[in-house]
């Protein structure tokens, strides 16, 4: 069990008089202070919701993004976008549309990315956020001051002077999957080796023997696309996965799986289930050269790709081990094969990315994961919490959408009634963290934030309801 | 209270989509976005129409664009539901939503699921046995039909021309009774919300005005001698003009 420190250290603290405010503020002049506002760093999907149930909640929002539009991921126009031309949703449409802003039910089940970034401008446009947001500049720092208030540096993108403000509380919805996780290939290698961020459009992989590494969704799409487009495809995995299709039983599979939830069906019975769907449908993948999954289903992050198998069934895609080393105009593999792709392209996963904070202030792990209460909030911040940090076995935006509320109701209990605050930090710092990330899953980083979407967010209607407004 | 955050419902059987009427009086010109959009909502068996004969075009004339959905046919309250707050999440600012009788109770629900930006519930019938009551007592025969039939008296004052409420009353199909939990979920975002009706209304008694208005914390506005129909019934222009100066204040307090 993990200790919620924060709640304990800071919540204690009387709101902070104003008269010291306006006295700090003299001090230094350089520092414009924006009082009871709250900044949220980021207009992608979390950012968008934040600034929403921020404003809905009665606060001033100042929110910084270093793009020059909204959508985060989702626009493929921004640089650090990781969306290709052919990326569809995995995760069906009503599992990932926000509770209180659906997409048009005329869309597809899985929409495409540009539908999705249109859903996120129009979402943008309807709640009013635009005025909120100050596009092209970057947050480069955020230094607390001591009773709970932050010094915010910003900065243009592209360099320019930067300028210091002061909020009552910081909100990160800076996601996790824009910083290029790269693995450490020894060697050397002739052809292009390229990080899947840098791919984008199926013309890179013409006519060209391509080799992909990583068995996550954005490998699995990619080995795909490469199938329709290279002469030759190999699909390098270091270890066994259960590939779901997106369809069962006529329906899309998260939907039917969300059905056997509801129902209750034990953890034991689904792994069963799953495996004699998956045996009766795709059949037995090791006849392709794949190795079996070291772990059972549910003990990964999905990976929903119906097109993996039909390729590799056509013996478009070819299956093999991890790579071992370069070794000039070849690559090595773990069972000391050699094969000699032009184009190797590692899709292996992203990093999470805090610089504009000192790294203890989000715990952060010597490997580098920040350790936050649910994932959100700062352990011994009580006015700092990240948004989007999570990596769900549904879509993001529903449990995005809570966490943001839970920080709105968190702040404006904070605000409101000091000694309530106090008494919710005492509950929560009982709360045991199996009970909101209780999936058993592989120890591998893109399973850090790894959370059962249900088990979240039922932890989150519980911190909401000790949150009520006495009535 | 629940917050509703786990919705198997929609996420295991999301309701059918179909093409839904929505008839729109837009605003012109630069004050386009000055002002929200308006949802008018009526209950099922009536229609888009009947907000169309005097309210949108007198709403957009006061600077609010305006859009009436028509219910969709059959559907139960949860895809009624779905319907509004599909619409309105289809309009480019956050809307207002007002509903009428069978509309209100379905508005009623829909602010659990949108962060409506106000709310009207007009003549809502949204107390099943204190709308039961009132209509059996005007209109006994139609009151007890499996599809329920209102009758002019009950809609209409005497000062709205006969074959004028009658030639409304042939456009009504009347639908079958929505079945519906009693429980009405806390409006999302917190919007105001105003309670409109009459006193005279035949079909949801006075009662039933206080009672939903206190539940939303304030008092019904009250247009005497009306009948259920407000939008249609003679004298249509007073309570939608009162429902646009609230709003007005609102939206104002709010800035
Ligand atoms: C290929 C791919 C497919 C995916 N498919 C799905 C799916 O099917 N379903 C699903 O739910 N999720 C999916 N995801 C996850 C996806 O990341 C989320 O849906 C969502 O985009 C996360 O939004 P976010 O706002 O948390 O982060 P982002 O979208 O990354 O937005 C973060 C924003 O913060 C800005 N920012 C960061 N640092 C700073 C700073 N210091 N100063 C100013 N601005 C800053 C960035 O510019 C960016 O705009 C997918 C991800 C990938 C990579
Ligand atoms: N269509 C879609 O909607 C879609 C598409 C793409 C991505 N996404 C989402 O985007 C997020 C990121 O996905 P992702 O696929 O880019 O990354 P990811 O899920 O982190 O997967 C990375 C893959 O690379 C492997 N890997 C990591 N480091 C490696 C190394 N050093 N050597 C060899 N293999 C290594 C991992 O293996 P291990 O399993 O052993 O760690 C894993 O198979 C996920 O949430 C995903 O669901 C969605």
Redesign the interface.
């Known amino acids: 069990m993990i200790i919620f420190r924060f709640w304990r250290t800071f919540c204690s603290l009387p709101p902070s008089p104003r008269i010291w405010q306006y006295r700090r503020v003299h001090d230094t002049p350089d520092i414009a202070d924006r009082r009871d506002a709250v900044c949220v760093i980021g207009a992608g999907a979390s950012g968008l919701a934040t600034i929403k149930n921020l404003r809905e909640h009665g606060f001033a929002v100042d929110c910084y993004e270093r793009e020059t539009s909204v959508g985060g991921a989702w626009n493929w126009r921004h640089d650090r976008s990781p969306v290709y031309a052919n990326t569809h949703l995995i995760s069906s449409r009503p599992l990932t549309e926000f509770p209180d802003f659906p997409m048009p039910d005329s869309w597809p089940d899985y929409p495409h990315h540009s539908q999705v970034l249109s859903y996120l401008e129009r979402y943008a446009k309807h709640f009013g956020l635009g005025e909120h947001i100050w596009f092209g500049t970057e947050v480069v720092s955020a230094v607390p001051v001591g009773d709970g208030r932050w010094d915010v540096t910003t900065r243009s993108t592209g360099g320019g002077s930067s300028r210091v403000q002061r909020y009552a509380a910081l909100i990160a919805a800076n996601g996790h999957n824009w910083s290029p996780a790269k693995p450490d290939i020894p060697g050397d290698f002739r052809g292009t080796v390229i990080h899947s961020a840098q791919y984008k459009d199926p013309a890179q992989l013409r006519n060209r023997k391509v080799l992909v590494i990583g068995g996550g969704n954005t490998g699995c799409d990619i080995a795909v696309e490469a199938a329709q487009q290279a002469t030759t495809v190999w699909h390098s995995t270091r270890r066994g996965y259960w590939y779901a299709p997106k369809y069962i039983f006529g329906r899309p599979a998260d939907q039917v799986n969300d059905g056997l939830l509801k129902w209750r069906v034990p953890l034991k019975l689904r792994q069963w289930l799953y495996r004699r769907t998956l045996a009766l449908t795709t059949g037995d993948l090791t006849r392709y050269g794949l190795p079996e999954p070291d772990h059972k289903p549910y003990e990964s992050h999905p990976i929903v790709n119906s097109q993996l198998p039909y390729y590799l069934g056509h013996g478009r895609i070819k299956a093999v081990p991890d790579v071992a080393r370069f070794a000039g105009g070849q690559v090595e593999l773990a069972d000391g094969r050699r094969i000699d792709p032009d184009l190797v392209i590692t899709a292996t996963g992203y990093a999470p990315r805090f610089e504009f904070l000192a790294p203890d202030l989000i715990d952060t792990e010597p490997d580098g994961r920040p350790d936050l209460h649910l994932h959100s909030f700062a352990r011994k911040h009580p006015t700092l919490a990240v948004v989007g940090l999570l990596q769900p076995d549904a879509g993001l935006l529903p449990l995005a959408h809570w966490q943001s509320v839970a920080v709105a109701r968190w702040l404006q209990l904070r605000r409101e009634d000091p000694e309530r605050a106090a008494a919710v930090q005492q509950k929560e710092s009982a709360r045991p963290i199996p009970s909101w990330s209780k999936r058993r899953v592989v120890a591998s980083r893109r399973h850090w934030f790894e959370v059962d979407h249900l088990a979240y967010l039922k932890a989150m209607d519980e911190l909401l309801r000790e949150m009520e407004p006495a009535k | ?8 419902d ?6 059918p ?1 179909v093409e839904r009427e929505v008839l729109s009086r837009l605003v012109e010109g630069e004050d386009e976005h000055e002002h929200p959009p308006l949802l008018f909502v009526t209950g099922p068996g009536v229609g888009a129409w009947a907000f169309a004969e005097h309210w949108l075009a007198h709403t957009a004339g006061r600077g609010f664009p305006a859009h009436a959905l028509t219910p969709r046919e059959g559907g139960d309250l949860r895809a009624h539901v ?1 319907d509004v ?2 619409t309105a ?6 809307a207002v939503l007002i509903g009428h009788g069978v509309g209100a109770l379905v508005v009623s629900r829909a602010l659990g ?3 409506a930006r106000a709310a009207v519930l007009v003549a809502p019938a949204m107390d099943r046995w204190a709308t039961f009551g009132a209509a059996i007592k005007t209109n006994p025969l139609g009151t007890l039909r499996g599809r329920p039939r209102l009758n002019r008296k009950q809609l209409f004052s005497a000062s709205l021309p006969a074959e004028e409420a009658d030639a409304y009353l042939a456009r009504m199909t009347f639908a079958h009774r929505l079945a519906f939990p009693k429980q009405v979920p806390s409006p ?3 919007p105001p919300v105003l309670v409109v009706g009459s006193p005279d209304d035949r079909v949801v008694p006075r009662k039933s005005l206080d009672r939903v208005a206190a539940h939303y914390g304030g008092a019904p506005l009250l247009f005497p001698g009306m009948g259920h129909a407000l939008m249609l019934d003679a004298g249509w222009a007073e309570p939608i003009d009162a429902t646009l100066d609230w709003l007005t204040k609102e939206l104002t307090a709010a800035s």
């Open positions: 209270m629940s917050h509703d955050l786990l919705r198997f929609d996420w295991t059987s999301p309701v989509p779905h707050v599909q999440a289809s309009l480019p600012r956050q699921r949108y962060p999302v975002g917190k």
